[in-house]
């Protein structure tokens, strides 16, 4: 789960990352408001989306005084940004952040993610601050520093020292750095973090370190854990079918093809994708039903699927197994009656009671298309799309 810079600088604080003073609003009038409550000028205006890259699309201006502030809260609030995170199609602007301006003297890079290869959390650290951190890495990879923290043994000081004398910080910085550090390491483990980070991270003129800009993901699958933060979730940043697929508890991801996708089994689902691009078509989605699920996500599923306007065919290719295929095809006949279906729809069906699936089909008065197996299915569809 994304969220936006603002929430993410005031989980920070919770857990002692110095960040820069400032609060959201979303009218001109209101981030007016936050900078006379701040006082002391000059100010930075930042839109709130969930992409990088805001400031090169015009999404984070300097203000001088008040009266600036609220001109630029009015231009940016409604704006379409785009930025290259974005895609061409760019994002609206519902919220501006407006913190008091920095001195700043010096900007680092300061990550952490999960390494799945290695097993362990990584802590990542660079002097190249300020600039994206797949540039760094393509282009000067011996300034990126990496400590992998074993979970058992857990954050040592002597890991975030490794990592201020590794980016050539000054002698009076290890201490505060070394203290930075272990709070960004706490916050990461205690929110079940997947990417934290902190970019620019500076060092201010009067010598302190503040996140002057944050990003945090969560991860879903820990989300029981942290039902305060599942409020967050901003649903204007999702896709509005994305948003839906969450409500009913599927695994939906919208892509840019013509042939929707219904699937049963993450591993299936990629091989399904696989096949639609070799037959001469793209897939317009991901879709997992899962394994255990019930006729009525079955059905919202197929709902979803046809409530994207580029998908011009339907694959459904379902192995039965936990999700039984007389389930998987009540679902999809009382979908079909629900929704106004002006697609084909091509259905492989294997497995646990395929029979009496096939017979569901074939008796409920509807049109479908039957393949033999999963390549016959994938070039079937691609040559009705084409």
């Known amino acids: 789960m994304k969220i936006h810079e603002y929430q993410a600088k005031d989980l920070l604080k919770k857990f002692n990352v110095p960040v820069p003073q400032g609060n959201v609003a979303t009218t001109s009038r209101e981030a007016r408001q936050v900078a006379e409550e701040l006082a002391d000028g000059p100010f930075v205006v930042k839109a709130q989306i969930h992409a990088g890259g805001r400031g090169k699309g015009g999404g984070i201006k300097v203000a001088a005084t008040f009266e600036e502030v609220e001109k630029i809260a009015d231009q940016i609030l409604g704006m379409t940004l785009v930025t290259p995170q974005t895609g061409p199609e760019g994002k609206v602007v519902n919220k501006v952040l407006v913190e008091q301006a920095q001195d700043i ?55 975030a020292r490794n990592l201020a004398f590794g980016i050539g910080l000054a002698p009076t910085l290890i201490r505060p750095a070394t203290s930075f550090i272990e709070n960004f390491y706490r916050l990461f483990t205690s929110l079940d973090c997947s990417l934290a980070e902190i970019n620019p991270l500076v060092v201010t003129k009067g010598g302190a370190m503040l996140a002057l800009d944050a990003k945090l993901n969560l991860d879903d699958n820990a989300m029981f854990r942290h039902h305060n933060l599942a409020a967050m979730e901003d649903p204007d940043e999702m896709d509005p079918l994305e948003h839906e697929a969450r409500k009913h508890h599927l695994n939906y991801i919208r892509l840019t093809g013509n042939v929707g996708a219904m699937v049963n089994g993450a591993g299936l689902a990629m091989a399904t994708m696989d096949l639609i691009k070799a037959a001469g078509a793209d897939p317009a989605n991901f879709l997992d039903v899962g394994g255990g699920a019930s006729a009525e996500m079955v059905a919202n599923g197929f709902r979803i699927i046809l409530g994207d306007p580029n998908v011009k065919g339907v694959l459904i290719n379902i192995f039965g197994g936990i999700l039984r295929c007389d389930i998987l095809a009540n679902g999809v006949v009382e979908a079909v009656k629900q929704v106004k279906v002006q697609v084909p729809i091509i259905v492989r069906l294997e497995g646990t009671n395929v029979d009496q699936g096939r017979e569901i089909l074939a008796k409920s008065g509807l049109t479908f298309t039957v393949a033999t197996d999963m390549l016959d299915a994938a070039k079937q569809v691609a040559a009705l799309v084409a």
């Not at 952490?112 to 600039?131: H, L, N, Q, W, Y």
Request: glycine share 10%.
């Open 105 to 159: 003297a010096q900007e680092l890079y300061l990550g952490m993610v999960v390494d799945r290869g290695a097993g362990k959390p990584v802590i990542m650290m660079s002097a190249e601050g300020g600039m994206e951190i797949e540039e760094v890495a393509a282009r000067t990879p011996s300034l990126i520093f990496k400590e992998a923290i074993d979970p058992a043994a857990g954050f040592s000081p002597y890991q």
